[in-house]
């Protein structure tokens, strides 16, 4: 079945950047997430440029190069659990490090621990090609920090197959187009949403805040999906219709927001969709994103952290920071001890 013709929208994950005048983000002194909580950062991009056409990113665009694992800045060692130093033979265990090893780059992209020392990570699709999870998975394998991959797939058109890789967690299938609700209830989307499902996969969701109240139709229509909104739902500030549509997903069980793709926001704006996303889900369906690389034109890797962290109450960390990603997509630890995808055809 032929792909969906492009978003009118900007690509994934990209946003309108907002003017200069907008408030600052917390400077390095801000606190970073309880020193207890190992952070799973649920979404992280890499491209490669010679293997992507990514047409969602315009000639010109800050973005358009490539970003490799090995790029990916990693978080102060303040934000890790107390003894989770590089040094220390427990951190070196977390990154898949033998006694006396030294990290090397594998392959063309992975590495034995990019980012954080410690921390953890889940790559999330880019391109509309079902070839990219090959290419992502490839790295999981490489990467003992890259816990879960959540690929492309086209939900209109589920394959009857999948790889065979722990590591696959979930699938994200933006529409064509990211503002219509309907668009999310049609028979062959809630098919493909519950052979998803069925395979034991969580739904990322990409969408505007109009097409909100449709992905609360699609959580009550497959109420055993563990559904996904990314980015709060890309609201540009508190409006009704965006309030509307996060209250009916909060009606729904089997949905969780994932605090990512705010780099771009004032700070104000942040924390009234922060509280409100709060007050609504709870701490224990939110989770965080830092949205790397997209997050680069407006704020650091760090700088996403700290300031997600200054707007949650310490009590919330451990879900936000870690546990509601570990919940929802259900990322296998131990994924690392098998450097090798199984024998098959």
């Known amino acids: 079945m032929p792909h969906p013709a492009p978003s009118p929208l900007p690509g994934p994950d990209t946003h309108t950047p907002l003017p200069d005048t907008r408030a600052p983000l917390p400077d390095t002194r801000a606190p970073l997430p309880d020193a207890r909580v190992r952070l799973l ?4 991009h890499v491209w490669d440029l010679a293997r992507r056409a990514l047409p969602w990113l315009r000639p010109g665009h800050p973005l358009r190069r490539t970003f490799r694992l090995t790029d990916l800045p990693p978080m102060p060692f303040e934000g890790l659990p107390p003894g989770m130093t590089p040094s220390t033979p427990r951190m070196r265990e977390a990154n898949g490090l033998a006694q ?3 990290p090397e780059p594998v392959r063309a992209q992975a590495g034995a621990g990019p980012g954080g020392v410690g921390e953890r990570l889940v790559l999330v699709q880019a391109d509309a090609d079902p070839t990219e999870v090959d290419d992502l998975l490839a790295l999981a394998r490489e990467a ?5 991959v959540v690929g492309w797939f086209d939900l209109l058109d589920f394959p009857d197959r999948l790889p065979d890789d722990p590591r696959l967690v ?5 529409p064509a187009d990211q503002t219509d609700p309907d668009a999310l209830t049609t028979p062959a989307h809630i098919r493909g949403v519950r052979a998803a499902t069925e395979a034991g996969l969580a739904i990322d969701l990409l969408l505007r805040p109009s097409a909100l109240i449709g992905a609360a139709r699609l959580a009550s229509a497959v109420p055993d999906a563990r559904l996904v909104l990314d980015h709060l739902g890309n609201p540009a500030a508190v409006t009704p219709d965006w309030l509307a549509g996060l209250r009916a997903l909060a009606e729904c069980p089997n949905v969780s927001v994932k605090l ?3 780099a771009h926001l004032a700070t104000d ?3 009234a969709m922060v509280d409100a996303a709060l007050e609504l889900f ?8 830092s949205d790397w690389p997209v997050c680069t034109p407006a704020a650091t890797r760090a700088e996403v952290l700290r300031r997600t962290t200054a707007l949650l109450p310490p009590a919330a960390h451990n879900d936000v920071f870690r546990g ?8 296998r630890e131990t994924a690392h001890e098998r450097v090798h995808p199984p024998p098959g055809p």
């Open 41 to 44: 950062d649920a979404h992280v």
């Open 100 to 102: 006396g090893a030294t």
């Open 144 to 148: 003992p920090s890259v816990v879960g």
């Open 170 to 174: 979930g699938v994200r299938s933006p």
């Open 260 to 262: 990512s793709g705010t």
């Open 269 to 271: 704006d942040l924390r």
């Open 282 to 289: 709870g701490s224990e369906r939110l989770l965080f994103g």
């Open 324 to 331: 509601t990603a570990q919940r929802i997509y259900r990322p």
